[in-house]
């Protein structure tokens, strides 16, 4: 859902700063008078002199008491969009995950837990220094994000396979999930190069 009404925004949006732009190239580079057709009377950039705002379109409405509190209110709410556009677009922790009990009834497992526990596994494994992991998507779909930091003598294939194929197996059949989707970045511990004296 996410996804669908960021594209359409970002759409709506780039086609609207195509529109404007192209009418101001157009009005800029006086393309209306050599290629022969007019722009509607509406449109203020009718030559290569017109300035986006002029001095009346400036000054209209200073004096009339309404107008600084509207410019306020207005900006203050799309403030407040914009802000909650940025916050929407962070994945939500997923604060539990639905178990099917096989007795009809569904148990809810909580999911800092299931994450405390991969993280747990996930660093018991060798070379591996620090895990992160979190849970995102539904209580009947959950998806893990792993980030792992790993110790210099590490073979990155050997304990993403380790992770695939122990941590993220047992916390996926513990919960009775059918899948657990998983994307894992992998970090290397920065250290200082040893002199051999």
């Known amino acids: 859902m996410l996804k669908t009404v960021n594209r359409v925004l970002l759409g709506l949006l780039g086609l609207g700063l195509f529109a404007l732009g192209g009418g101001v190239l157009l009005g800029g580079l006086d393309l209306q008078r050599h290629w022969g057709f007019g722009m509607p009377g509406w449109w203020p950039f009718r030559g290569p002199n017109d300035v986006v705002l002029g001095t009346e379109g400036r000054t209209r409405w200073r004096d009339e008491?309404?107008?600084w509190p509207t410019v306020i209110a207005v900006l203050a709410v799309l403030l407040a969009l914009l802000l909650w556009w940025l916050l929407?677009?962070?994945r939500?922790?997923?604060g539990g995950v639905l178990v099917d009990s096989e007795d009809g009834a569904a148990a809810r497992l909580d999911g800092r837990t299931l994450e405390?526990?991969?993280e747990e596994e996930a660093q018991a494994l060798d070379g591996v220094s620090r895990a992160h992991v979190r849970l995102t998507g539904r209580s009947t779909a959950p998806t893990a994000r792993v980030r792992l930091l790993l110790e210099p003598h590490a073979d990155p294939a050997w304990t993403l396979g380790r992770l695939s194929r122990e941590t993220l197996a047992h916390a996926r059949n513990s919960a009775g999930l059918d899948?657990?989707?998983s994307e894992v970045r992998?970090?290397?511990v920065r250290h200082r190069a040893q002199r051999a004296a």
């Open 92 to 94: 939500h922790r997923l």
């Open 116 to 118: 405390d526990v991969i």
């Open 186 to 188: 992998i970090r290397e």
């Open 179 to 181: 899948r657990l989707p």
């Open 65 to 67: 008491g309404w107008w």
């Open 88 to 90: 929407a677009q962070r």
